[in-house]
């Protein structure tokens, strides 16, 4: 008899994660069943599959959802994250096992207790970042530990962004994920850290200014700026002692300081909407975060507003933009400056069919062993295959498949709401995400206490 996989929510990300489950249903006895707001997206070849069925499902019909979770023997949601909590619900209520790639909201760690007491596993955050940053983090930080050491720095990095044969704009990057992301990554409070024993806050208008740099062997240099709460996992990782603990995202050298151009104009703002946006044209919407005046053209009022000139390469990136272009309208109505700019940014930004993405990884581990101090550095890359099968999908989706076949083969036991931190969870996926050559290469470096060429301090 088949074991009853379900899986809600078939977007951009789960195109690995589906093969992986076909790839082994027949050796695994499984049987996938696909809830969907849009089934007909669905590639040809995974709804014609002998062991998997396809639904048509709107996640607010209770009674449909409910009749798929009681049905199944474990579910897997790929919603977005507001969602998760509906489907939670219902896997308390049938006693059915849980995995998210999703931050585990407060709403879901509430059901803690009853998952502990049910003997259910709710497995969240085990996709990309976060996902196999803590797996692989957690994999050096125990290793460390075990052999005595005393950890002094903890950094990490990611980014989602474009293969190096895909790389042909001046920004060096192309959305490979949510882009409303991208465009408000930052907003809504301080970015805080740890650095050398002291605490560090940067406010949103200066996160941009404030990078750090990293080389990636034959990759070359990429920079990083803080993401909002890097002390989020000091307990869960035992790093409650330790001197630097700073977590960022990655991106090519200059993007940071180009992005910035965007934040001081205002363009990110997501806080108010602009009337009678829809018809307007990409040189009003630009206009509008500039002064007035009778004589000088929007271009000339933007230079002087920002202070660049026209040999600068943060021109050139803007009149790659198209902001200028009086011909191109915006079709959103009433929209915030946010959900503008992303709209314009996609114009030039969104992967063609023959191009590729590229995921990096860098981690950062100080310590002292006997009385010396040393440093891990470890980074993975991982390039993506195609349009559809991306880098992004791989990183997140694998290794959510991987918990859920360990879940059901009873390999990960441990009940409650949970992240993927201890050795149950993370030793037998990054040995198996190795075999489709996601993996990290280590070197020992100098322990240098912080980045000397980095601009944190």
């Known amino acids: 008899m088949s074991r009853k996989i379900l899986v809600l929510g078939a977007g951009k990300s789960t195109s690995y994660l589906l093969d992986y489950f076909l790839e082994k249903s027949s050796s695994e006895k499984l049987h996938l069943t696909i809830g969907d707001l849009n089934p007909k997206n669905i590639p040809n070849h995974i709804s014609s599959h002998p062991n ?19 049905a199944a023997a474990i579910v897997v949601s790929m919603l977005p994250p507001r969602l998760h909590i509906k489907v939670a619900n219902d896997c308390i209520h049938y006693k059915k096992h849980l995995v998210t790639a999703s ?22 955050e085990i996709g990309l970042d976060p996902g196999i940053d803590h797996m692989s983090a957690m994999e050096v930080l125990d290793r460390i530990r075990s ?42 409070g301080t970015a805080k850290f ?36 890097s002390l989020k996992y000091r307990e869960a990782y035992g790093l409650e002692n330790v001197l630097t603990l700073y977590r960022g995202t990655m991106r090519r050298i200059g993007f940071s300081k180009a992005w910035n151009m965007f934040v001081q104009l205002g363009m990110t703002d997501d806080s108010y909407t602009i009337e009678n946006s829809k018809g307007m044209s990409y040189r009003d919407f630009t206009n509008l975060f500039l002064p007035y005046s009778p004589t000088d053209s929007v271009e000339l009022k933007l230079r002087h507003y920002l202070k660049i000139e026209q040999d600068d390469i943060m021109w050139g990136k803007l009149l790659e933009l198209n902001i200028f272009d009086a011909t191109i309208t915006i079709s959103l109505p009433e929209a915030t400056p946010a959900q503008i700019l992303q709209e314009i940014l996609e114009a030039s930004w969104t992967l063609e069919s023959d191009e590729k993405d ?9 310590y002292e062993l006997n009385g010396e101090k040393k440093q891990i550095d470890a980074n993975m890359v991982v390039i993506g295959e195609s349009q559809t099968h991306t880098a992004m999908a791989k990183t ?20 409650g709401v949970q992240i993927p931190i201890s050795k149950e969870v993370y ?31």
């Not at 080389?215 to 909002?228: L, S, T």
């Not at 590229?358 to 100080?366: L, T």
């Not at 996926?429 to 075999?435: F, R, T």
């Open 147 to 188: 052999e005595g050491g005393k950890l002094l720095l903890f950094e990490s990095f990611t980014g989602g962004l474009v293969a190096p044969e895909s790389d042909n704009n001046l920004w060096n990057y192309k959305f490979t994920w949510n882009p409303r992301n991208v465009v408000v990554a930052g907003q809504g």
């Open 52 to 70: 998997c069925d396809v639904i048509a499902l709107d996640i607010f019909d209770d009674d449909g959802r409910e009749k798929l979770v009681a």
């Open 358 to 366: 590229m995921i990096v990884m860098y981690h950062k581990f100080g």
């Open 194 to 229: 740890i650095q050398e024993g002291t605490y560090k806050y940067i406010p949103y208008h200066k996160l941009f200014r404030r990078t750090e740099f990293l080389d990636v062997e034959h990759y070359g240099k990429f920079e990083a700026y803080a993401n909002r709460d």
């Open 103 to 124: 931050y585990i909201s407060d709403e879901i760690m509430q059901l803690d207790i009853k998952a502990k007491q049910l003997g259910l596993v709710f497995m969240n």
């Open 396 to 415: 997140v989706g694998l290794p959510v498949a991987m918990a859920t076949l360990n879940i059901l083969n009873k390999k990960i036991t441990a009940p």
């Open 427 to 457: 030793e037998p996926i990054l040995a198996e995400l190795k075999e489709y050559d996601i993996h990290f290469k280590e070197y020992q470096v100098p322990y240098l206490g912080y980045n000397p060429d980095s601009i944190l301090n």
